[in-house]
C-alpha cells in the first residue's frame, strides 16, 4: 500500500483526494439544501442560535407542562385527590410538606389554636396560599395594630389550595366551619381564577364553568381506559422530545446545518402528535356527566362564560361574608391584582421577559378581557356597603419587579406590599365596625 518512502502510491493518493472531495462537496450540497428545507419548514433562516434557543424553550416547556393545568405550587394532581364537597384536597399522605388531616397544609390553628389566639383565615387560589406561605409575619404584624388584637397572639391559616376558584371557597368556609374550625377574621383574596380558568379549562372542553379546574384531568381512571392511555402516550411523547432536544444540544455535531435541521422537523413531527393527542384527551370525555357536568342546550359563548363567572364569583363572596357574620367573625374580600388588567403597574424589563404572556393560549387575554367586569361587580359591592376591595391598582407607582410568572403570582417584595394593604384595610374597617367579638 506504501513506496519505500512510507507514503501512499500516487494513484490511491488520488482516489483517496477525489472521495474526500466529493465528500466535501456533497457535505457542502448537503448542508445548504437543509439550509433551504428549515426555511421550507420554519418560515424563517436558519441560524444557530435560534435552533439552540428553540431546543431550550422545549426542555423547559415540557418541564412545564407536567403539572395539571389550572394547576401551580408544590402539590400537582399527584398529591391532590378528589374531595366529595371541595372538589380537591391536598393528600397528606402524598405531600412535599405537612398538610392537616383536612387536606389543607396550614389550617391547623383553626382547629387547636387556644381562645385568646386571634385566627386569620385566608382563602382563595394559589395567590391566597402564596400570600400565607410567604407574608404571614407582614400580615400579622399589620393586623396587630388593630386595637382588638391588642396584645393577642395572631395565627394566620390558609384554607386556600392552587387553582380554587368560586364556589370552592365559600364550600371550603362552609366545610371546615361545621368541623369545628374557627376563624375570627376571614379574608378572601381571588378573582382570577373565577374569570381565566373556565375560559381557558372548562369552555374549550365543554366542561361546565363553575367545575372545579382539570376536572376533565382529575377524574382519570374513575372510568375510562381511553384517558389513561392517552395520558401515558403524551407523557412517553414528551420524554421523547425532551431527550432528543437534550442530545441534540450536547452532540458534536451540533455545529452542523443538516443534523440540527433533521432535529428540528423530527420534534416538530413529534409536537404535532402531542397536540393531536392533547385533543383526544380533551375530547375523550366531556360527553359524560362524570367530566363535564350539567349542559347547556348550547355550548355557552366566552362572553357568557366570562358574564356568569363574574355573578358567580359575587354570590360566592356574599355567601362567605353570610357565614362569616353567622359565627361572629367580620369578612373581607380583595380582587388580587394581575399584570393583564390595563393600566395597573408599569412592566419592569424582568416582568416584560418573564411575566407577561398575551398569546392564544396563555391566560393573559382572557384575564385583560374578564379582569373589568371584576371591576365593575366589585364596585357595585363596595358601594353597596359590602367589606370589598379592589387591590388591582396596588402596584401602580411601582416600578420594580413584582410578578415572578406569566400566570399571577408574586415575588416576595409583592407579597409583603399586598400583606401591608391587606393589614391596613382590615384594620381600618374594624375601627369602623367596632372590631370583631372572639
Known amino acids: 500500500m506504501t513506496d519505500e518512502t512510507g507514503r501512499l502510491p500516487p494513484p490511491l493518493r488520488?482516489?483517496?483526494?477525489?472521495?474526500a472531495i466529493l465528500f466535501l462537496v456533497a457535505a457542502g450540497l448537503c448542508e445548504l439544501a437543509s439550509l433551504a428545507v428549515y426555511r421550507w419548514a420554519a418560515g424563517e433562516g436558519f441560524s444557530f442560535s435560534a435552533v439552540d434557543a428553540h431546543r431550550s424553550r422545549i426542555l423547559q416547556e415540557v418541564d412545564e407542562v407536567e403539572p395539571a393545568p389550572g394547576v401551580t405550587g408544590d402539590?400537582?394532581?399527584?398529591?391532590?385527590?378528589?374531595?366529595?364537597?371541595?372538589?380537591?384536597?391536598?393528600?397528606?399522605?402524598?405531600?412535599?410538606?405537612?398538610?392537616?388531616?383536612?387536606?389543607?397544609?396550614?389550617?391547623?390553628?383553626?382547629?387547636?389554636?387556644?381562645?385568646?389566639?386571634?385566627?386569620?383565615?385566608?382563602?382563595?387560589?394559589?395567590?391566597?396560599?402564596?400570600?400565607v406561605d410567604r407574608a404571614s409575619p407582614t400580615l400579622a404584624e399589620g393586623l396587630s395594630r388593630a386595637p382588638a388584637f391588642a396584645g393577642r397572639r395572631i395565627s394566620i391559616v390558609s384554607g386556600a389550595l392552587p387553582g380554587y376558584k368560586q364556589p370552592q371557597q365559600a364550600l371550603a368556609l362552609a366545610y371546615l366551619q361545621m368541623l369545628g374550625a374557627r376563624f375570627d377574621v376571614v379574608i378572601n383574596l381571588d378573582g382570577f381564577n373565577e374569570i381565566t380558568l373556565p375560559v381557558v379549562e372548562n369552555l374549550p372542553r365543554g366542561v361546565f364553568f363553575a367545575y372545579p379546574p382539570g376536572w376533565y384531568l382529575r377524574t382519570v381512571g374513575l372510568h375510562e381506559t381511553q384517558v389513561v392511555r392517552e395520558i401515558g402516550t403524551i407523557a412517553t411523547m414528551r420524554s421523547t422530545r425532551r431527550d432528543l432536544a437534550r442530545f441534540a444540544r450536547e452532540s458534536f455535531l451540533r455545529h452542523l446545518v443538516t443534523p440540527n435541521v433533521?432535529?428540528?422537523?423530527?420534534?416538530?413531527?413529534?409536537?404535532?402528535?402531542?397536540?393531536?393527542?392533547?385533543?383526544?384527551?380533551?375530547?375523550?370525555?366531556?360527553?359524560?356527566?362524570l367530566q363535564a357536568g350539567p349542559r347547556d342546550q348550547r355550548p355557552p359563548t366566552s362572553d357568557e362564560v366570562f358574564r356568569r363567572s363574574a355573578e358567580l364569583w359575587v354570590r360566592g363572596s356574599q355567601s362567605m361574608e353570610a357565614l362569616a357574620r353567622a359565627r361572629g367573625a367580620p369578612y373581607f374580600h380583595?380582587?388580587?391584582?394581575?399584570?393583564?388588567?390595563?393600566?395597573?403597574?408599569?412592566?419592569?424589563?424582568?416582568?416584560?421577559?418573564?411575566?407577561?404572556?398575551?398569546?392564544?393560549?396563555?391566560?393573559?387575554?382572557?384575564?385583560?378581557?374578564?379582569?373589568?367586569?371584576?371591576?365593575?361587580?366589585?364596585?357595585?359591592?363596595?358601594?353597596?356597603?359590602?367589606?370589598?376591595?379592589?387591590?388591582?391598582?396596588?402596584?401602580?407607582?411601582?416600578?420594580?419587579?413584582?410578578?415572578?410568572?406569566?400566570?399571577?403570582?408574586l415575588n416576595q417584595a409583592g407579597c409583603d406590599i399586598l400583606a401591608q394593604r391587606i393589614a391596613a384595610t382590615i384594620v381600618h374597617g374594624l375601627a369602623r365596625s367596632a372590631g370583631p367579638q372572639p
Not at 385583560?368 to 401602580?396: C, Q
Open 14 to 19: 488520488r482516489k483517496l483526494s477525489y472521495w
Open 262 to 289: 433533521l432535529w428540528f422537523l423530527i420534534d416538530r413531527r413529534i409536537s404535532a402528535s402531542v397536540g393531536r393527542h392533547q385533543r383526544l384527551l380533551g375530547t375523550a370525555r366531556t360527553g359524560r356527566f
Open 75 to 131: 402539590e400537582t394532581l399527584t398529591a391532590q385527590v378528589i374531595h366529595p364537597y371541595l372538589g380537591y384536597v391536598v393528600d397528606p399522605a402524598r405531600a412535599r410538606r405537612r398538610v392537616h388531616a383536612q387536606g389543607f397544609p396550614r389550617i391547623d390553628a383553626a382547629f387547636a389554636a387556644p381562645r385568646e389566639t386571634i385566627v386569620v383565615g385566608v382563602f382563595g387560589g394559589s395567590v391566597a396560599e402564596q400570600l
Open 334 to 409: 380583595f380582587l388580587q391584582p394581575n399584570q393583564y388588567v390595563e393600566g395597573s403597574k408599569p412592566l419592569s424589563d424582568e416582568e416584560r421577559h418573564r411575566a407577561y404572556d398575551m398569546g392564544d393560549a396563555s391566560y393573559g387575554p382572557p384575564a385583560r378581557r374578564g379582569y373589568p367586569l371584576l371591576i365593575v361587580e366589585g364596585r357595585k359591592l363596595a358601594a353597596s356597603g359590602f367589606p370589598f376591595e379592589d387591590l388591582t391598582g396596588i402596584f401602580a407607582e411601582e416600578t420594580r419587579t413584582m410578578y415572578s410568572d406569566t400566570c399571577c403570582h
